[in-house]
């Protein structure tokens, strides 16, 4: 017979102290970050909230319009942390955040293993304005596969990301 899994009310901070949340600005963050957070609460963990301003996107515009594209992803990727902060803050847990540059999968692995972290807690998809026209390729799933620590996968549907 199988033991049923159940939670014990006493934090046990030994498992998870680090949980990471990439954020891409997406309303399916939110959804992500409710199952993050319970796990920081239950684990007395700290949330590292991460965005990457994919380089690919930006480098592919016109020279004119170059700059002006990265300064708009930067700042979009410096509110998606912000929002998690409020929200992570709005529950008393402890966080951190941090915006870096490259391709997005590659930069959630590289802060993974830099920052100790226990556990990723990410989303199916994540659809911000560009990807919702072209698809290229899931971050989820080479997070997934090139992880070196569990990571916590949120199923996200069509009105979790519009």
Do not use: C
Not at 63 to 73: A, L, P
Not at 112 to 136: E, F, K, P
Request: glycine share 4%; aromatic share 4%; proline share 2%.
């Amino acid at each position: 017979m199988a033991a049923a899994f159940k939670w014990s009310n006493a934090p046990v901070s030994s498992m998870y102290d680090a949980i990471l949340v990439p954020t891409d600005g997406s309303e399916g963050t939110a959804k992500t970050l409710e199952h993050a957070i319970e796990m920081a609460k239950h684990h007395d963990a700290t949330i590292h909230a991460l965005s990457v301003v994919d380089e690919r996107k930006y480098q592919s515009l016109s020279d004119d319009r170059r700059d002006e594209g990265r300064d708009t992803m930067e700042r979009r990727a410096e509110r998606a942390v912000a929002e998690v902060e409020m929200r992570a803050e709005e529950f008393d847990v402890d966080v951190v955040t941090a915006v870096r540059k490259g391709t997005p999968a590659e930069r959630i692995l590289d802060y993974t293993a830099q920052q100790g972290i226990d556990v990723v807690v990410i989303g199916t998809h994540g659809l911000s304005d560009h990807d919702q026209y072209v698809r290229l390729g899931s971050v989820t799933q080479r997070v997934v596969e090139n992880a070196s620590v569990p990571v916590f996968v949120v199923h996200m549907d069509d009105a979790d990301t519009a």
